[in-house]
């Protein structure tokens, strides 16, 4: 994007890809996971497939459904339709850490983030699709699970920077889901907001920037999600602007 060319192809799967994450700390490195059990990792400045994890064996449900990096960018969280949290280690190619019956086994992309600021810490959708799963990845079994904050399927979850407003020092996290609430709470489920956006929810996120810090240049902060529509929600004035331009496809990816 830093210079005008062509679209590269990278056809590596046997599968459909579900999800893509980007390295934090190197641009050009990112992995996808796919619907062949497998997560592939590349180079987007050379074009070039580095590695394959295969993540699930021929007995077991072959959906990778989730893949995230870590906040250190050496390790791979990876959810499947096997209700399984897998954890890689990039340097070495090693499946090191495996969590059980614990994540949801849908097809479709499902929740699954890390906190920016932590590298053991992760959350994911948890087995009935309506609450979380919290991992710290020094141990050897989920942290905490917190069922049922929404009455449908999470479709997305992140870690919300603490300069928002609803933060006061806690970890908060945004969930987004299908019964078209947008949720902000603690990491043991406390409410702390809900945005309505009247249409299911498949993706949420929020500008890079501090909270209102770019507000002299005449710009704030927003928070996205997305559906059949894209919307923006600004603190204390609600939802500010939607957009329909995907026609009848919904919006599965926002960043």
């Not at 209102?212 to 602007?241: H, Q, R, T, W």
């Amino acid at each position: 994007m830093q210079r005008e060319g062509k679209v590269q192809y990278l056809k590596y799967h046997q599968g459909s890809v579900i999800s893509v994450s980007f390295h934090p700390k190197d641009r050009f490195l990112f992995c996808s996971g796919a619907y062949d059990g497998k997560v592939n990792l590349y180079s987007c400045q050379r074009y070039e497939f580095l590695q394959s994890y295969v993540i699930t064996s021929v007995s077991l449900a072959r959906n990778v459904n989730a893949v995230r990096f870590n906040c250190e960018g050496d390790r791979i969280l990876v959810s499947t339709t096997a209700r399984k949290l897998s954890v890689i280690d990039v340097t070495r190619g090693d499946q090191i850490l495996s969590y059980d019956n614990c994540t949801f086994n849908g097809r479709d992309r499902t929740g699954l983030a890390t906190d920016p600021s932590n590298p053991n810490i992760a959350v994911s959708c948890c087995v009935n699709g309506r609450g979380i799963a919290l991992f710290d990845l020094r141990m050897q079994l989920p942290l905490d699970f917190v069922y049922d904050i929404h009455t449908e399927v999470i479709r997305d979850v992140m870690f919300l920077h603490g300069s928002w407003p609803w933060c006061s020092g806690e970890t908060t996290l945004v969930t987004a889901a299908e019964d078209g609430i947008c949720r902000i709470s603690t990491m043991d489920g406390r409410c702390l907001h809900t945005i309505s956006a009247n249409q299911p929810l498949n993706a949420v996120t929020i500008t890079p920037e501090l909270y209102d810090s770019g507000l002299d240049d005449g710009f704030c902060s927003l928070l996205m999600m997305g559906g059949s529509n894209i919307c923006a929600y600004v603190p204390n004035e609600g939802i500010k602007e939607t957009h329909r331009q995907n026609k009848t496809a919904p919006i599965w990816k926002l960043r």
